[in-house]
């Protein structure tokens, strides 16, 4: 009943926000790399942040650090998806909020100097990374889904690393907002404000997760992402473009823009491999050592994103900034 009542609340939210974005137009105008050909409304991935909120009223005492960093990057996020700021003033306040959820996990005395900043980088870099990713109907909610509920599983059945009510706040309201875009013609994209904040929300529950078991493997709960985003920039930078603007080089953009894949079906795929790569690390974790599991997963992955210059060359496409 509680999550029912969760759900009405954030729906209600949703539509509100709704005529907020309608009175001071924020929209998001499709242009000749955008993956959309219709105006729509930008920034309901704020719900994220209003589930958040929810939950910062019931668990102030122990809450207060990762509400303050997820209302920063969210405010930040939002400011740019209605009038674009500099990356220098992005990365420095997603720099502070990593820095308030270090302070929540007690980072600075768990790990050495050199394990700190390379958490920095990976954090800041994968929250960028989910903020890419994000380019066609459905993929930030259903690949979401697909990442909270193997964490909750393992919260559940291996390791009890937070409140299961935590993972699943973020869970409802990922379904409230995949109600208003998984669909044919969007109701409202996630704008920077979403796929940022649920990016925050992920990555503090997964480095919960690694101290807890001493392991990084859980980082593959992230890995179709992280393979895409990672491989896509790398080919960017050989294309000496700037990874900052907008392209149409990601893998899913290539099988949604060229070759015409009804984008909520690629949405489906990577939550589908996303799930299946999680089944993996869970059913092989303490069995196999932590090098031949990421060996395991990402060597496949790589190779199914090699696929897109097969497609690339197959199509003669033109590789745009």
Same mark, same amino acid.
């Given at each position: ?12 939210? #949703? ?70 700021? &500099? ?23 768990? #790990? ?6 390379? &958490? ?16 066609? =109907? ?72 690694? %101290? ?6 859980? %980082? %593959? ?35 949604? =823009? ?24 869970? &059913? ?32 003669? %496409?033109?590789?745009?900034?």
């Amino acid at each position: 009943m509680q999550y029912t009542i969760l759900g009405f609340i954030l729906m209600i939210l #949703m539509l509100l926000y709704f005529k907020v974005a309608d009175r001071f137009n924020i929209i998001d105008k499709p242009n000749q790399r955008s993956s959309h050909t219709e105006i729509t409304l930008r920034g309901g991935g704020i719900i994220f942040w209003f589930s958040a909120l929810l939950y910062f009223f019931q668990h102030i005492e122990s809450n207060y650090f990762f509400f303050a960093g997820i209302t920063l990057v969210s405010l930040v996020s939002f400011w740019d998806d209605i009038q674009s700021l &500099s990356n220098k003033i992005r990365i420095s306040i997603h720099f502070l909020a990593i820095t308030l959820i270090f302070l929540d996990l007690n980072l600075f005395t768990l #790990m050495p100097i050199w394990g700190v900043v390379i &958490s920095y980088v990976l954090a800041i870099g994968l929250i960028n990374a989910y903020n890419f990713m994000d380019g066609i =109907n459905g993929i930030t909610g259903l690949y979401t889904l697909a990442v909270l509920g193997s964490l909750l599983y393992v919260n559940a059945k291996i390791q009890l690393f937070t409140d299961g009510s935590f993972i699943k706040y973020g869970m409802i309201a990922s379904l409230v907002f995949l109600f208003f875009n998984y669909r044919k013609k969007a109701k409202c994209f996630a704008g920077d404000v979403g796929s940022i904040a649920i990016a925050f929300w992920i990555i503090y529950l997964v480095l919960k997760l690694i %101290l807890s078991t001493n392991s990084v493997i859980w %980082l %593959l709960f992230l890995a179709v992402y992280g393979v895409d985003a990672v491989c896509t920039i790398l080919h960017r930078l050989y294309l000496k473009q700037n990874i900052f603007e907008a392209h149409r080089l990601h893998l899913y953009q290539i099988l949604s =823009n060229e070759y015409k894949i009804q984008h909520r079906l690629v949405s489906l795929y990577y939550a589908l491999a996303q799930i299946g790569v999680s089944i993996l690390v869970v &059913s092989l974790y303490q069995k196999i050592s932590d090098y031949i599991l990421f060996a395991i997963i990402i060597v496949p992955l790589l190779l199914v994103y090699s696929l897109k210059f097969y497609l690339i060359n197959k199509s003669n %496409l033109k590789l745009q900034v």
